[in-house]
Each structure stands twice: as C-alpha cells, then as structure tokens.
C-alpha cells in the first residue's frame, strides 16, 4: 500500500522509522486508513467477543460454513446491483436463524453443514459467472477489502456493532449459563433455544461485519481464533470474552499497520497473526501443565517423605 502512495504522493518518503508517534500520524493523516481503522476495531470487537462464545459452544463449524453461506448472498446481491455486504447479511441472518432453530441437533450434523456450505460457494461462483459488469466487489468479499470502505459504510460497522453489543449484554448471563451446561439452564427454566437464535442472528452479524476485514474465506481466524486463545489463557469467562476482545482488535491493527507498510493484503496478517497466536497459546499452556505437573509430583515425593520420617519417629518412641 505504501508503495503506491509513494509514487502517487510527491514528496512522500515509504517505511517506518524510528518514530512510532511520527509513523502513527503519518499512517493516520490517509482518509481510507482511517476509515479502515475505526471499522477494522468495531469489526474486531463484535468477532472476539462473539468467537469467544462460538468456541465455548463449540459451533466453530457452524460459523465457517454460515461465512461461506454469505458469499452466496454477496454475489447474489451484486447479480441484483445491491451492496454485496447487505447479500452477507441477508443469507447469513437466514442460515443462522435454520442452524439456531436446530438447537441440540445441529451438533453431529457436519456432513449437512458441509454440503450445504459446498453448495453454497458453487452458487456464488454460479452468481458471479452471470454477472456482466465488474464483480470486484464480490470478489473482494471472498477475501476482504478494508482498505476501500467508505465513510458511509464505516458509520454503518459502528452501528452495527452497537446493535449486536448491546443484544450481547442484555443475554450474556443465560448464555453463558447455556454455554457451559444447557441442561441445568434448561431446568432452571432459561430458554435455552430463543438464547441459541439470538446467539446464531448475532454470529451472523459478526460475520457480515468482520467479511470486510478478512473475507469469507478467511474470517474463520478472526472469529474463532481469539476465543480459543483466550479460553486456553484465561480462566474466569469474564476476563477470557475481556482477553478475546482484546486479541481481536490487537490483530487488526498489527495487520493494518503492517499491510499499510508491505504490498501485503491484511487478509494474510491477520490469519497469519491469529495461528501464530494460537501455536504460542498452545505451547504455554502445554509447559505450564508439564511444570505444574512436575510441582504436584515433587509436592507429593516431599510428603512422602515427610510421612515416611514421621512414622519412623512414632516407631522409635514406642520402642
């Protein structure tokens, strides 16, 4: 992207320096990295805090193939000349409001998803071959294109995602409670399956929102990604939804910062970012379940010992 701008703008000098508040400004002073900025962090934010409960009820496919659903829906749209993100949001609101009405008996149901999904994506490719006109639009759906949002589009990722905040906070507790253990939710008298639709319409949102940033293709390491990191980090809910939030919006700005600075798409830093940050929450929690393994063994070899010491002291006194 930069070097674009250097040979647009004269006098503009590519790279970063040493000046990080310099190179802020710099990155900043650019409409569109505003614009990609301010949607790229309501985007992160509704996705970490909504992945966050996908990996906690375990729905991780259920939210790939509701992505992939989607990309119906943008090319349908762009076939019919509407916006490709209202496509997203229209078939995506549809397909999870199916999946919510399922309830239990969409787990074990992969095969369905997949070949739903499969079918999906063909009608998509089937959508863009009839259209005559440019279908960058959808194709930049497949993969993200944050960069070319408008000012418009951005007030709308805003309100969207005050929407979804909000219907989040007003069933976080029944849906966490569902989450862990639906069955005592239920006995409690929690509805369980209106709290799953609502969760499925919300996911929907998040995914209509996040496409911009990383594509359908791709929005499966923004989704899910910092919830599971989180979760293998954290162990209170509440600070691992704070921590996934947290990691969601910390990728998109690395990846916006570093795809403004390398011909990169930040499509590819941020499911670049999120593996790598998943591999390195993996191996922490992998050393620190061998090193608290080794303290619970060397803890229980020492009152071993102290008890082995204590019964030959009781020995010697009763000689």
Known sequence: MIITLAAQVPGFTPGPGWNLIADLQDMLSFAFMRNAFAAGTASAIVAGLIGYFVVLRQ????????????FAGAAGAVLLGFSPVLGVAVLSLAASGAMGMLGKRLR???????????????????????????????????FGQIFGITTGAVLITIGASVIVLAALTAIFRPLLFASLDEEVAQARGIPVG?????????????????????GVLLIFALLVAPGAIAERIARRPATALALSGCLAVL??????????YTPYPVSF?????????????RAWTAWAGQAGRGRRLAS????????????RGTAT???
């Open 59 to 70: 729905s991780s496919f259920a939210a790939h193939a509701i992505s992939h659903i989607g």
């Open 108 to 142: 074990g149901r992969d095969v369905v998803i997949g070949l739903v999904m499969a079918a999906s994506l063909g009608l998509g490719y089937l959508f863009i071959s009839l259209y005559t006109g440019n279908a960058q639009n959808a194709y930049s759906i497949l």
């Open 194 to 214: 209106a709290i799953g639709i609502g969760f499925m319409l919300l996911m929907a949102l998040a995914v209509s929102e996040a496409v911009q940033v990383s």
């Open 251 to 260: 990728i998109t700005w690395i990846s916006l910062a570093l795809s403004y």
């Open 269 to 281: 830093y941020v499911t670049s970012l999120a593996f790598a940050g998943y591999l390195a929450a």
């Open 300 to 311: 229980q070899r020492q009152g071993q010992r102290d008890a082995g010491m204590q019964a």
């Open 317 to 319: 006194v009763r000689l």
